[in-house]
T-cell receptor, first 117, second 116 residues
Framework: AQKITQTQPGMFVQEKEAVTLDCTYD???????LFWYKQPSSGEMIFLIY??????QNATEGRYSLNFQKARKSANLVISASQLGDSAMYFC??????????????FGTGTRLTIIP | GAVVSQHPSWVICKSGTSVKIECRSL??????MFWYRQFPKQSLMLMAT?????????EQGVEKDKFLINHASLTLSTLTVTSAHPEDSSFYIC????????????FGSGTQLSVL
């Protein structure tokens, strides 16, 4: 079974609108972390936001927020007031187990977001 | 902020040659670095976990004799693609976590390898 599932291969959103990128995950480990990364055409991976499995509140970082629904194993990324520069690939990723510093991330297949002027 | 430098950004080589890719953490120490491979329009697939001062841990299906990893210091890991073939052409990207703590995994800018 896929550990990270991103069901939206591509999305088109009007500039200044909010957008939600879906991510569901599968793990039996009670301790895990969820990440979102942005990959522009240049290829670099840009960290956006992190949510720990024991965090009580949804993570927020500027225009990015993570809608964490633990019972549904869902960790959707919400981008408010989208900008043209938000056009990129977005990857959801998961770290299974506590953070001891050497745990690998498993990535989803990504969503290509295109912001329309 | 923390920076991971990856070099070269792109490389073209002849089939049968070896190519070395460097990954450096510029302002933090990284006891562990990760090497990923990404095919066009696909996700990142972990190849191996590089541990400073010890042997790398390879994912299933990754040939350790073909993809040599050396993590000789707390700030440098190298990936050498030995006897490269066209099917090795891909985007390779490294990442590192600050040994001092934190959840973020910092990525290099990636290396596009094209084997002719």
């Amino acid at each position: 079974a896929q550990k990270i599932t991103q069901t939206q291969p591509g999305m088109f959103v009007q500039e200044k609108e909010a957008v939600t990128l879906d991510c569901t995950y599968d793990t039996s480990d009670p301790s895990y972390g969820l990440f979102w990364y942005k990959q522009p055409s240049s290829g670099e991976m840009i960290f956006l936001i992190y949510q720990g499995s024991y965090d009580q509140q949804n993570a927020t970082e500027g225009r990015y927020s993570l809608n964490f629904q633990k019972a549904r194993k869902s960790a959707n990324l919400v981008i408010s007031a989208s900008q043209l520069g938000d056009s990129a690939m977005y990857f959801c990723a998961m770290r299974e187990g506590p953070n001891f510093g050497n745990e690998k991330l498993t990535f989803g297949t990504g969503t290509r977001l295109t912001i329309i002027p | 902020g923390a920076v991971v430098s990856q070099h070269p950004s792109w490389v073209i080589c002849k089939s049968g040659t070896s190519v070395k890719i460097e990954c450096r953490s510029l302002d933090f120490q990284a006891t562990t670095m990760f090497w990923y491979r990404q095919f066009p329009k696909q996700s990142l697939m972990l190849m191996a976990t590089s541990n400073e001062g010890s042997k790398a841990t390879y994912e299933q299906g990754v040939e350790k004799d073909k993809f040599l990893i050396n993590h000789a210091s707390l700030t440098l890991s190298t990936l050498t693609v030995t006897s490269a073939h066209p099917e090795d052409s891909s985007f390779y990207i490294c990442s590192a976590r600050n040994a001092g703590g934190g959840e973020k995994l910092f990525f290099g800018s990636g290396t596009q390898l094209s084997v002719l």
